[in-house]
């Protein structure tokens, strides 16, 4: 591992990765131990790290520097994880891994409202990190795998590119998450039939998930909000009482 003299960021520092090709990462915790066992373990997997020890900091970084994906703690001096999440949601749909107190359901739930992709708590083992890494990496980059596979959806006024990860509703470009368009894609896919909450973990979720897991329910109304869908009215994505959710199928509505 390579160290590179400190940034001219406040609060940063960058290590290297094998590779110039290697997945960029920027790692905000104002614990600069953690942070430097995080980087000991995932440089040694090919990934180039970047770290920020403030949420000023990591907002600077996120806008000025490409990056494939984010780990964002939650408790931070000053700006506070919460807030970095919402800024960087402002101008990207960056995966967003968030570090969470164990035990802490109101940390999740409040991260993933925001726009985290998935949360881990800190009591994590490293190869789960790299697992939970690596399975929104690639779902932010998930292609059809060949030639003759589906390439758009069309539901309704719902239009989803399945090639550059894009989705527009009434021809307004929407502004999705990488969980988000995966979650768009399989009720779309189902159109008009029932999705169950095990199904959706299922189909969107690169790891085990717990039998209790509730952040479908999350994405699922972040994803509402941005379709501008009434739950009490819904025109898109209807919930069926202990079923399930289901995108409703315009053409035969009923």
Do not use: W
Not at 73 to 89: A, F, Q, S, T, W
Not at 216 to 222: E, L, N, P, W, Y
């Amino acid at each position: 591992m390579a160290l590179i003299p400190e940034s001219s960021e406040t609060g940063s520092i960058i290590l290297n990765g094998t590779s110039s090709a290697a997945p960029r990462l920027l790692v905000v915790d104002d614990d600069i131990k953690f942070c430097r066992l995080i980087c000991d373990y995932l440089t040694r997997y090919g990934f180039e790290v970047t770290l920020a020890h403030e949420g000023e900091a990591a907002i600077r970084l996120s806008s000025s520097n490409t990056f494939d994906a984010v780990i964002l703690d939650v408790m931070l001096p000053g700006i506070d994880g919460y807030e970095v999440l919402r800024k960087v949601r402002d101008t990207s749909d960056i995966p967003v891994l968030m570090l969470t107190a164990l035990g802490d359901e109101t940390d999740r739930i409040v991260g993933l409202e925001i726009g985290a992709d998935d949360y881990l708590p800190k009591t994590f083992s490293p190869r789960e990190l790299l697992a939970r890494l690596r399975a929104v990496l690639r779902r932010s980059t998930r292609t059809p795998q060949s030639n003759n596979a589906e390439v758009e959806i069309n539901a309704g006024s719902i239009r989803i590119n399945l090639l550059n990860r894009s989705a527009t509703n009434k021809n307004e470009l929407l502004n999705l998450t990488p969980v988000e368009f995966d979650l768009l894609v399989v009720l779309a896919q189902a159109r008009g039939r029932i999705k169950t909450r095990e199904q959706l973990l299922d189909e969107i979720r690169d790891r085990n998930y717990d039998t209790n897991d509730r952040s479908i329910d999350v994405h699922i109304s972040a994803l509402r909000r941005k379709l501008h869908d009434d739950p009490k009215s819904p025109k898109y994505i209807r919930t069926v009482r202990s079923a399930g959710y289901m995108l409703i199928n315009q053409e035969h509505p009923g």
